[in-house]
Nanobody, 127 residues
Framework: QVQLVESGGGSVQAGGSLRLSCAASGYTYSSGCMGWFRQAPGKEREGVVGIYTGGSSTYYADSVKGRFTISQDNAKNTLYLQMNSLKPEDTAMYYC????????????????????WGQGTQVTVSS
């Protein structure tokens, strides 16, 4: 059974930084992809960043390029999201997600195609 547990959310001022963690159990990095989605009140869930099998390539939404960095520690089965230069529009619930099937950049527009989800961690950025 796959379990994803996020941590690291919080409240920061604009320009600040946060690092989110996603501890995965029961999930192997040998196939598919993992990443982070976010959902603000009244908005649809959107894919933010992702990493593909073996960490060979990554995906970043245009809105976070140059500010967010995804990484993974295979030994700890943990996915990280380093968020720098945070903006008020980054305020949302952030979810870790994973799937075992084939992934491409387009998959991040279809959250329903991800089989596994964490409970979410809130990020609030004040101006």
């Amino acid at each position: 059974q796959v379990q994803l547990v996020e941590s690291g959310g919080g409240s920061v001022q604009a320009g600040g930084s946060l690092r989110l963690s996603c501890a995965a159990s029961g999930y192997t990095y040998s196939s598919g992809c993992m990443g982070w989605f976010r959902q603000a009140p009244g908005k649809e869930r959107e894919g933010v960043v992702g990493i593909y099998t073996g960490g060979s390539s990554t995906y970043y939404a245009d809105s976070v390029k140059g500010r967010f960095t995804i990484s993974q520690d295979n030994a700890k089965n943990t996915l990280y999201l380093q968020m720098n230069s945070l903006k008020p529009e980054d305020t949302a619930m952030y979810y870790c997600a994973a799937r075992h099937n084939w992934c491409s950049d387009g998959i991040w527009f279809y959250p329903a195609r991800f089989s596994y989800w964490g409970q979410g961690t809130q990020v609030t950025v004040s101006s």
